[in-house]
Each structure stands twice: as structure tokens, then as C-alpha cells.
């Protein structure tokens, strides 16, 4: 027979055990492959509709050059959705996907982060 001090211990474990599931989220991580067929330079940034985060971040950018092809893997949350968005370095007004600062919409820019890859996404005139 359990003691009330026992119980109270399991008690408190088992608590701690489910609030640590509920609280901690999944990581998983996805590779976005990007291939610039643009003429000229490509400047890209992955953002998260889920929570307040950019990839590569620090106000920095990927970098692709005409005819680059490039893998971007990244640790991300199980679920997230990231969507790119890239532009013609130095023409903010050429753009794909939700373009620069996330600011545009799109309907097929958008990926589920659950490990894995995405398709090649081409970046054209």
C-alpha cells in the first residue's frame, strides 16, 4: 500500500510529465530547394506563419547567384508553416513567393515543416 507522501510524488511527476509534452514543441527539419533561373542575383528569406522567426535571420539573406541551385535546411517546429519569399537583389520590386519582409501573399509559396524536403522551387523571369 502506497503512502499519501508516495502518492503525492507520483502525483506531481505525472504532472510534470504531461505539462513537459503539452509545452515542448516537436522539432523537426526541412530542406527548401531553390534554383534561381533569374539573370540576375537572388536574395531569399523563409519565414514562419507560426511564430515571430526568419531564416537565416539577423538581417541577413541566402544568396543565389544566376543559375544556382540551392539547398537551405532548417530547424524548425513540427507543423510550422514557412514560406519563402525572394527578390532580385537590389530590386525589392521583383519578387516571388511573399517577397522581402513577408509582406506579400501567395498561393503556392507556403510548406509544412515535417521533415524532409520541398520540391525544387524555380526562381524565373
Not at 67 to 88: N, S
Not at 100 to 112: I, K, M, Q, R
Amino acid at each position: 500500500m502506497k503512502t499519501i507522501r508516495q502518492r503525492a510524488g507520483l502525483a506531481a511527476l505525472s504532472i510534470v510529465v504531461l505539462l513537459g509534452g503539452v509545452c515542448a514543441a516537436s522539432a523537426a527539419d526541412v530542406t527548401f530547394q531553390m534554383m534561381n533561373s533569374h539573370p540576375n542575383a537572388v536574395e531569399v528569406e523563409l519565414y514562419s506563419q507560426d511564430r515571430d522567426h526568419v531564416w537565416p535571420g539577423n538581417n541577413q539573406v541566402y544568396l543565389l547567384d544566376d543559375g544556382e541551385t540551392k539547398q537551405i535546411p532548417l530547424a524548425c517546429d513540427e507543423g510550422e508553416k514557412i514560406c519563402y519569399g525572394a527578390w532580385v537583389s537590389g530590386d525589392k520590386t521583383t519578387y516571388w513567393g511573399t517577397g522581402p519582409d513577408n509582406a506579400e501573399t501567395c498561393s503556392d509559396c507556403c510548406y509544412t515543416c515535417q521533415g524532409g524536403s520541398t520540391e525544387e522551387i524555380n526562381l524565373t523571369e
